[in-house]
C-alpha cells in the first residue's frame, strides 16, 4: 500500500522557484505514473504535471516552460521543479499515483486530465506565491 508524502512547500515571492517532492518510504515508485494536481480555495483540483512509469511527461499549458518533473530513482522520490512562480500558482499541491508496469507494446501514458484516474494520494503541500 504506498503511502505518498509530499514535502516542499513554502511561501515565495512571484518570480522565485520551489521543488516540491513526493516520496515513499516502502513502496518502489518505478511502475507507478505520479501525478502533480494542486487546488486552490474555492477552485476545482487541476492537474500540474505527470510522469510515467516508462518517464514520459506532462504538463498543464499553465505551467509549461516554468516547471519541471523528473524521477530519482535512488531516493524512491519525484520532484516537481518550479520556477518563474506566479501568485496564481498558488494552492495545496497533491501528488496522485496510479500502478502502470511498463510493458512492451502497451501505452502507459499518464494524464492529468482525469485525477479520478489516480488511486493513491498524499496529503498534500502548501505553495504560497506572494509578495
Known amino acids: 500500500q504506498l503511502q505518498l508524502v509530499e514535502s516542499g512547500g513554502a511561501l515565495v515571492q512571484p518570480g522565485g522557484s520551489l521543488r516540491l517532492s513526493c516520496e515513499d518510504s516502502g513502496t518502489s515508485l518505478d511502475f507507478y505514473n505520479i501525478g502533480w494536481f494542486r487546488q486552490a480555495p474555492g477552485k476545482e483540483r487541476e492537474g500540474v504535471s505527470c510522469?510515467?512509469?516508462?518517464?514520459?511527461?506532462r504538463y498543464a499549458d499553465s505551467v509549461k516552460d516554468r516547471f519541471s518533473i523528473a524521477r530519482d530513482k535512488a531516493k524512491n522520490t519525484v520532484y516537481l521543479q518550479m520556477n518563474s512562480l506566479k501568485p496564481e500558482d498558488t494552492g495545496t499541491y497533491y501528488c496522485a499515483a496510479v500502478k502502470r508496469i511498463p510493458i512492451t507494446g502497451v501505452d502507459v501514458s499518464c494524464n492529468i486530465a482525469r485525477p479520478m484516474g489516480y488511486d493513491h494520494w498524499g496529503q498534500g503541500t502548501q505553495v504560497t506565491v506572494s509578495s
Open positions: 510522469i510515467s512509469s516508462d518517464r514520459t511527461t
